[in-house]
């Protein structure tokens, strides 16, 4: 993975947390769903059923999913302490407008004042001195 494409998963980790907090909310409706049931189950019958199995899954899912979270706000607080790294005001403040706000190349180059034509300069430029910037 490059450079550019390391800084533009940035927007997609906020996508990919969402979905997978969304997937937590699914996983604890199930385990809602499972335990009313079991408790019903267990009034009406004394048979003993997989229903316990069944929410220590989900539990052991919803755990899962959030050591993957977790993994990706690791990556997202590293590409954000590596661009406050960087000393060239512009660079920052371009990476931070295109790569941590969302922007487009063009609305990134509105934020520090630079015009379509040379944005793309600046975007070299900040790019580089990312790359340069170690944590």
Do not use: W
């Amino acid at each position: 993975m490059n450079t550019l494409e390391y800084l533009k998963q940035y927007k997609d980790i906020d996508n990919l947390i969402s979905a997978k907090r969304e997937q937590i909310a699914i996983l604890r409706d199930k385990a809602e769903q499972t335990t009313t049931n079991y408790e019903i189950a267990r009034v009406q019958t004394s048979i003993v059923d997989k229903t316990p199995n069944i929410i220590a899954k989900i539990i052991q899912e919803e755990n899962e999913v959030k050591t993957e979270i977790e993994e990706l706000d690791r990556i997202k607080h590293e590409i954000r302490a590596r661009i406050n790294l960087i000393q060239d005001n512009n660079c920052k403040a371009f990476l931070i407008s295109r790569f941590i706000n969302g922007n487009t190349v063009e609305k990134a180059a509105q934020t520090v004042n630079y015009s379509n034509s040379g944005v793309y300069n600046l975007q070299e430029r900040a790019i580089k001195a990312f790359e340069n910037a170690n944590i």
